[in-house]
């Protein structure tokens, strides 16, 4: 297995990422098999497994418990997260930090997060009236939290924000990170201002959900005749491996065969080259059908509803590629004004696009999609139920 040191621990670079967990034909946790999971993984050298509070309904931090009180506490790794991302009427860090700590069966947590912070939830973290960010530093200073970090899909400029305001207590910083989304939903710049400020990086979706293990067939060919005996997962992986900055890697197995092949990839092997991970470059284009959106913003300029037209471009390539929560999530943080929706569809933008986009077609359609979709506050409801039936039993 492959280590980084980070946070002044030697933790194996790939992560059990707990979100996408073996399941039953009935749709419940597969405990079985998550145990079967989690011995191969610890027999090989992976020692770091995440969860979080709305993960399976809430049952994802008792099963992952259930599955680590196996082995003795020191030898394997913890992280959950705080849900004040979710919607709610009031924010309780205290009542939930103590339901989590049971519900995993431990005394601490070796690493934990504040999750999700992005352009909604910002002011939750950071309003002195909740007192989030005071309470868990109160908790690190008491041994219950051993490394404090956040985990954010929020755009650079709201990174960077929330990083003038907490980044001294913030070790670590969980990020969307692959080789599509470095381009398709700005990783890089994340990836780089984080790297700027001395904070090392763990990765999420470092497949996108599994599309990236499961490429069209002239696209695995390419990659095959040139490793033959390695996954299309791998790539994505392999890719990863090559910045210097990433210190976790963070995958949602769900399947056995799924952790056996991650296990070998960051067990060894060849590293990527440049010529390698420029072919990815290359089919990540592929895999966009995208908008050419170049961000000029000469759209703007004329906008009568002033829209944050190259945001909501960027918006329709990444809903575009697969459904993804990030972008109700984002929009969600928008005034009805500033929504898609608000277009006029005056073509006054297509009219000086220089890449001759159709503009009020693409945010018509956009508007469209986001309207067949369950709103952000609509997803944190259903979890918050789900949460709340598990705790009554």
């Not at 700590?101 to 601490?108: A, N, S, T």
């Not at 200073?141 to 001294?168: M, V």
């Not at 990086?201 to 696209?219: D, F, I, N």
């Not at 997803?379 to 789900?386: H, L």
């Amino acid at each position: 297995m492959m280590y980084n040191e980070a946070c002044g621990e030697r933790l194996s670079r790939l992560g059990f990422g707990c979100m996408r967990l073996p399941q039953t034909p009935e749709k419940a946790i597969d405990e079985a098999e998550l145990q079967r999971m989690v011995d191969y993984a610890i027999a090989h050298g992976v020692n770091y497994f995440d969860t979080a509070w709305p993960y399976h309904g809430g049952h994802s931090e008792l099963s992952i418990g259930k599955a680590l009180a196996a082995y003795p506490r020191e030898s394997w790794y913890l992280a959950d997260k705080y849900p004040g991302h979710q919607i709610a009427s009031s924010y309780n860090p205290a009542e939930i930090f103590e339901q989590q700590l049971k519900k995993c069966g431990v005394e601490y947590f070796d690493f934990y997060l504040l999750h999700n912070v992005y352009e909604n939830s910002i002011g939750v973290y950071t309003d002195p009236k909740w007192g989030i960010l005071d309470y868990f530093k109160e908790q690190k200073r008491l041994g219950r939290i051993r490394h404090l970090g956040f985990s954010t899909h929020a755009r650079p400029d709201t990174l960077e924000k929330f990083l003038d305001y907490a980044g001294d207590s913030m070790e670590f910083c969980q990020i969307q990170l692959n080789y599509l989304d470095w381009t398709l939903q700005d990783a890089k710049a994340k990836y780089e201002l984080l790297t700027r400020r001395g904070i090392p990086v763990w990765v999420m979706e470092p497949l996108r959900g599994g599309k990236l293990a499961a490429l069209s067939e002239a696209a695995t060919a390419r990659l095959k005749a040139l490793r033959p005996d390695e996954s299309v997962a791998s790539w994505g992986f392999r890719w990863l491996q090559n910045l210097p900055n990433v210190k976790m890697v963070l995958s949602g197995m769900s399947a056995f065969d799924q952790m056996a092949d991650n296990v070998a990839t960051f067990s060894g092997g060849e590293a990527q080259t440049a010529d390698e991970a420029a072919l990815l470059m290359e089919l990540a284009e592929e895999l966009k059908d995208a908008l050419p959106c170049t961000r000029c913003r000469y759209c703007c300029d004329g906008c009568p509803m002033q829209l944050d037209i190259p945001m909501l471009i960027h918006a329709y390539n990444d809903l575009k590629f697969a459904s993804s929560m990030t972008v109700p999530m984002q929009m969600d943080a928008l005034p009805a004004e500033k929504l898609p929706s608000a277009c006029l569809g005056c073509g006054a933008c297509a009219a000086v696009c220089p890449q001759s986009i159709d503009i009020p077609k693409a945010l018509s359609d956009l508007s469209d999609a986001l309207a067949a979709m369950p709103s952000w506050a609509e997803m944190c409801r259903q979890r918050e139920e789900a949460a709340r039936k598990l705790r009554e039993g």
